[in-house]
């Protein structure tokens, strides 16, 4: 069975950092192509950043300069770390992986994460 576990989330101040971990069960996070999303309350959810299987990465525009992807193989586990966090951050974020690229940074569609609470505050 696939399951993705993500971890990290919590209250910070404005200006300062946390690094989310997607812990991946059933699926080798080198194989696939990995994304956070984010959703906010009566908002729509958001991709937030994307990892392919060879390394290249994508950004939404409102988080890049700020935000990085990366993945640890060895720990089959793919962090968020996320700077200068502002309080329209405020958001659950998700994990999302499948094989394809495509599956990962559009849609419903591969297997997502129960999701991590994370809250900015001004």
């Known amino acids: 069975q696939v399951q993705l576990v993500e971890s990290g989330g919590g209250l910070v101040q404005a200006g300062g950092s946390l690094r989310l971990s997607c812990a991946a069960s059933?699926?080798?996070?080198?194989?696939?192509?990995m994304g956070w999303y984010r959703q906010a309350p009566g908002k729509q959810r958001e991709l937030v950043a994307a990892i392919s299987s060879g390394g290249s990465t994508n950004y939404a525009d409102s988080v890049k300069g700020r935000f990085t992807i990366s993945r640890d193989n060895a720990k089959n586990t793919v962090y968020l770390q996320m700077n200068s966090l502002k309080p329209e951050d405020t958001a659950v974020y998700y994990c999302?992986?499948?094989?394809?690229?495509?599956?990962?940074?559009?849609?419903?569609?591969?297997?997502w994460g129960q999701g991590t609470q994370v809250t900015v505050s001004s």
């Open positions: 059933g699926i080798s996070v080198s194989m696939n192509s």
């Open positions: 999302k992986s499948d094989a394809r690229w495509r599956t990962v940074v559009s849609g419903p569609l591969g297997y």
